[in-house]
């Protein structure tokens, strides 16, 4: 079985200061790590991924994750917050060996970025 | 590209009626997928489909059902909608399970469904 945790249902941060978003998953295998934003009343967009190779993944508006397979986790980072960073973030997982099933993922975390 | 398109935006609906949710894509992706998302509970995968012809259910597929005659196209159908069916509805897509494109996933604006 696969699964993914978002550990934190909201996070706060104030402007200008890092920030960190925390996913840890469960798989059998490997995984294919992913995250996703979502901002009000629009669907999820992509933000960046892991599949192999560098365990930092850099993605869109600045974030980056970092992959630890020794701790299984995924977390989501970004050195200086923006206001308009503030959205709902969800980390996904999926075994590479799972062949089609689906993503699997988290509950989400909210994000408020405060001025 | 238009992407992932979603009909309606929003929609109320009585009890026991029956409704069928577009969701249409143009970029040519074999995988599509509906989901819902209720209020603090994340995301959950109704029904997926891998093809034209093929469909499968997800975690939350009862009272729902699908169909996928094309690549483009993969229509929700709610036939007796109850109170629990309230939610935000999304569709996405994906290329596919391999390669660099694996499983980033493209969603739609979204339905957001009333039943009372």
């Known amino acids: 079985a696969q699964s993914v945790a978002q550990p934190e249902d909201q996070v706060n941060v104030a402007e200008g200061n890092p920030l960190t978003v925390k996913c840890t998953y469960s798989?059998?295998?490997?995984?294919?790590l992913f995250w996703y934003v979502q901002y009000p009343n629009r669907g999820l967009q992509f933000l960046l991924k892991?599949?192999?190779?560098?365990?930092l993944v850099k993605g869109s508006y600045g974030f980056e994750a970092e992959f630890n397979k020794s701790q299984t986790s995924f977390h989501l980072k970004k050195p200086s917050a923006l206001v308009s960073d503030s959205a709902l973030y969800f980390c996904?997982?999926?075994?590479?060996?799972?062949?089609?099933?689906?993503?699997?993922f988290g509950k989400g975390t909210r994000l408020s970025v405060i001025a | 590209n238009a992407g992932v398109t979603q009909t309606p935006k929003f929609r109320i609906l009585k009890i026991g009626q029956s409704m069928t949710l577009q969701c249409a894509q143009d970029?040519?992706?074999?995988?599509m997928y509906w989901y819902r998302q209720d209020p603090g509970m994340g995301l959950k995968l109704i029904y997926y489909?891998?093809?034209?012809?093929?469909?499968d259910k997800g975690e939350v597929p009862n009272g729902y059902n699908v169909s996928r005659s094309t690549t483009e196209d993969f229509p929700l159908r709610l036939e007796l909608a109850a109170p629990s069916q309230t939610s935000v509805y999304f569709c996405?897509?994906?290329?596919?399970?391999?390669?660099?494109?694996?499983?980033?996933?493209?969603f739609g604006p979204g339905t957001r469904l009333t039943v009372l």
């Open positions: 996405a897509s994906s290329q596919g399970t391999s390669g660099r494109s694996v499983d980033t996933q493209y």
């Open positions: 892991y599949i192999t190779g560098d365990n």
């Open positions: 996904a997982v999926r075994d590479i060996n799972s062949g089609n099933t689906p993503l699997v």
């Open positions: 970029m040519n992706h074999n995988y």
């Open positions: 489909s891998v093809g034209a012809g093929i469909t």
């Open positions: 798989v059998s295998g490997n995984p294919y």
